[in-house]
């Protein structure tokens, strides 16, 4: 005999992964729009340097350069629409970006954009601190 409502069910529960899905690509866009939007702009070829990729990191640089960050949000288009189960990877390969988020600079600096060896647009880095607010919204959805 044939469950009276397993179709609302089976609706209901497959309506719950749509929402989690959509939800949880929300969190990686805007996380992802604001780690952009947070890297420090010299000439901006570190703003330009994020490549969003599947399956494994990408090992491409550009040598684009502008304030705003278009080429990297110009990546986000990459984000697969089924993001549950899936890898998916935002890099950047520029050989300077892990002295922007940990420092490393010369300490004293000859230059004004540095100070204790940090650069003064991200003095604590921003990658780590934009990915655990990212876990923790998603542990919250």
Known sequence: ?????????????DQTKV???NDIRGVYFSGLTAMIKQTPVDEGRAR????????????????????????????????PLDVLDKKIFFTN??????????????NP???TKTTGGFSKQAPTGWV???LKSMAKKIRSI
């Not at 490549?51 to 986000?76: H, I, K, M, V, Y």
């Not at 390969?93 to 010369?106: A, D, H, V």
């Open 48 to 79: 330009n340097n994020w490549f969003l990729s599947r399956s494994s990191p990408s090992g491409e640089t550009t040598t684009s350069s502008s304030d705003n960050g278009s080429s990297s949000f110009a990546q986000l288009g990459n984000m």
């Open 19 to 21: 929402n989690a899905n």
């Open 109 to 111: 600096s000859s230059g």
């Open 128 to 130: 780590r601190k934009t």
């Open 93 to 106: 390969n520029l050989p300077y970006i892990e002295t922007l988020e940990y420092g490393g600079y010369p």
């Open 1 to 13: 005999m044939p469950l009276i409502g397993r179709e609302n069910v089976q609706r209901a529960i």
